[in-house]
């Protein structure tokens, strides 16, 4: 392994910042262990706590799938340190794909809870309205997780803005729809 490695690629897939040696072999692992141990603390500082175990299962798989995904990406960086050449966007494409279509299966399974999911006033205020987002938050991140997973992969110079402009756009759907869901049921 060299000394400084290589740890950023530019959007033009281009290397553009390296770290030394140490960071790069011990720094995920670190961050790891470190969202691991916010993912267990989770379920017992959240007020709807309860909630959560209603989901538990999805809950748990998505610490797994984060773990993984950051597994994944190190071998990612590793590899290309040792000498292996390849796109990294097109390389993470279908792995960004596969969390995103995963956050969508658990999106759609969450129960009301103050930490995980597609928390706006109008969901965190009503179940209804938290329901019904969080049905539609699924499909929508369903559907980003395979758009992102194969034209990223095909398409890969335009991967990171394909990322951005799906996430805006599920952001700004789900917030909108939240809201004027919220305004229905209030007339209720």
Request: contains cysteine; aromatic residues 16%; positive net charge.
């Amino acid at each position: 392994m060299p000394e400084q490695m290589a740890t950023h690629w530019n959007i033009r897939g281009e290397v553009n910042g390296y770290l030394p040696k140490f960071w790069v072999l011990f720094l995920t692992p670190l961050i790891s262990v470190g969202i691991f141990l916010l993912f267990l603390a989770i379920p017992k500082i959240d007020p709807l706590k309860h909630n959560i175990e209603k989901f538990r299962k999805y809950y748990d798989g998505l610490i797994v799938s984060l773990l993984v995904f950051l597994l994944y990406l190190d071998s990612l960086v590793i590899s290309w340190n040792v000498g292996s050449r390849f796109s990294m966007f097109q390389a993470l494409a279908p792995a960004i794909g596969i969390l995103f279509y995963y956050i969508g299966v658990l999106t759609e399974n969450a129960k009301r809870n103050w930490s995980i999911g597609i928390r706006t006033p109008w969901t965190l205020n009503n179940e209804n309205v938290w329901e019904k987002t969080h049905k539609l938050g699924g499909k929508l991140f369903k559907i980003t997780g395979v758009l992102v997973g194969m034209l990223g992969f095909l398409f890969d110079q335009f991967a990171v803005f394909l990322i951005l402009a799906l996430v805006t756009i599920d952001v700004a759907c789900l917030t909108t729809y939240s809201y004027f869901e919220y305004k229905k049921q209030s007339k209720y």
